[in-house]
């Protein structure tokens, strides 16, 4: 394989960090991150197999002058780098410093925070390492000026500071392209962004084609446009043309080689992120914060609001789903008994009205229930008759019993079973004779008692 530039993020684990180091960042930069140190004598250091190495950073306006950063390869190849004297704005992607051509093999290169402000500012930013290599196991970079792209001649150079090697190409004319043959086995694809209507067209070896517009939290640069699946193992072309009059934008490639570990494991995607293997190294928590210059973008206040309003949906909607929840249990939840006893009370009235307990179930003895005409029975004072004539005060008999049957608890007696105990009674009265002087409403005549009809 053909040697490329590997790049190594600064938060890459093959950078091993010494001193007191912290993280800052913003979207113009390489994965959005930097790392600076605030203290002299801090170190950064790395082992890599290569030809050359070079070191791009960021570099702030604040106590400038009072900033310096040494570099130091095999402990022989040394150089400094000083910031500009004359800034008036912070600057990205500088190139802090470039090795003389290497003997091939593995190297060795230390950074060194030689001098920092005593306002502890953050001046020097870290951004990423790039180093020439044979490596197949390392993401490596395509710059937009590589010989290795083609250009239709729509195709004009463009550049600033936020671009990577401060160069980019643009076309504005439908049907331009450039094609690029690379090696690996995965290729992301970033550009500038000047147009919220942008199109164009993305084809790798003669598959069909993916069409590209504005990803999501676009920014004038560093915007990850397209990123292929996984490729079989081999060289690949790919072919991007634009599809409208609006600008179209190409910066840089990644390509992860063919025995590599790939950027991303999905298909054909215009995310705006690129999934990496690259890591944090260890910062300190105890390191002050800084910005870089009033230019670098905060978050974007759309981004914000949309992840409040996220999550105040998200909130609204577990309310409701615990509200509509209680609300169902309580509806099949069996309402609450009172505690009845199983048994009936008789009201103390002589309306011969029953009250039934909500266990009460009908038995048998249910068709013995008495009807609205039935009489109370007191004990030993007279009762009518069905037919309303009174029946008279009877002593019981002397030869047999006259009590009549008391009815069960909760139970009135039938008509009929009255009507039978009443003619026993009537039989059992017509044997006994009342004396003739104590009869009522005669004088020495005997009076038949009354004969009961039904």
Not at 90 to 97: F, P, Q, S, V
Request: charged share 15%; net charge negative.
């Amino acid at each position: 394989m053909a040697a490329n530039a590997a790049v190594l993020d600064d938060r890459d684990p093959l950078i091993q960090y010494a001193g007191t180091w912290s993280g800052a960042g913003s979207y113009s930069e390489f994965y959005g991150t930097t790392t600076w140190s605030p203290e002299q004598g801090s170190t950064a250091s790395l082992s890599f197999v290569g030809t050359s190495v070079s070191v791009y950073g960021s570099v702030g306006i604040d106590d400038a002058s009072q900033a310096n950063m040494t570099f130091v390869v095999d402990d022989s190849i040394t150089g400094i780098y000083v910031p500009p004297n004359d800034l008036t704005a912070a600057i990205h992607h500088e190139l802090l410093w470039e090795s003389p051509i290497l003997s091939s093999g593995t190297h060795s290169l230390v950074i060194t925070q030689a001098a920092a402000p005593a306002s502890r500012r953050g001046v020097i930013f870290l951004d990423y390492i790039m180093y020439d290599t044979t490596s197949t196991s390392l993401t490596y970079f395509i710059d937009d000026r590589d010989q290795r792209i083609t250009y239709t001649p729509g195709w004009v150079q463009d550049g600033s500071d936020e671009d990577f090697q401060h160069t980019s190409q643009r076309t504005s004319a439908i049907g331009e392209s450039f094609t690029l043959e690379f090696e690996g086995q995965s290729i992301a694809y970033y550009g500038g962004m000047t147009s919220q209507t942008m199109n164009a067209s993305v084809v790798i070896d003669g598959g069909p084609p993916t069409f590209v517009g504005v990803p999501p939290g676009a920014t004038t640069t560093n915007n990850l446009l397209f990123q292929s699946g996984n490729l079989s193992a081999g060289t690949h072309k790919l072919v991007v043309a634009a599809e409208n009059d609006q600008d179209v934008w190409t910066d840089y490639f990644l390509v992860n080689p063919t025995t590599g570990t790939p950027t991303s494991n999905s298909s054909s995607s215009t995310s705006s992120g690129v999934a990496s293997s690259l890591g944090p190294p260890t910062l300190s928590a105890s390191s002050p914060s800084t910005t870089l210059s009033s230019s670098s973008k905060p978050t974007p206040i759309g981004a914000i609001i949309g992840g409040v309003v996220g999550i105040v949906a998200i909130l609204a909607v577990l309310a409701a789903a615990i509200f509509l929840f209680k609300r169902r249990k309580r509806k099949i939840q069996p309402p609450m008994r009172e505690r009845h006893s199983s048994r009936c009370t008789m009201l103390a009235d002589d309306s011969s009205t029953v009250l039934l307990s909500e266990e009460f179930r009908p038995t048998p003895f249910a068709t013995f229930l008495a009807s609205d005409t039935a009489p109370v029975w007191p004990n030993g004072s007279h009762f009518q008759g069905f037919d309303g004539t009174a029946v008279g005060f009877h002593p019981k008999a002397p030869t047999q019993s006259s009590e009549p049957p008391i009815a069960p608890i909760g139970i009135l007696p039938s008509r009929k079973l009255i009507m039978e105990d009443a003619r026993r009674y009537t039989a059992a009265s017509s044997s006994y004779s009342y004396p003739s002087n104590t009869s009522p409403g005669t004088s020495g005549q005997s009076e038949e008692p009354p004969q009961y009809v039904e």
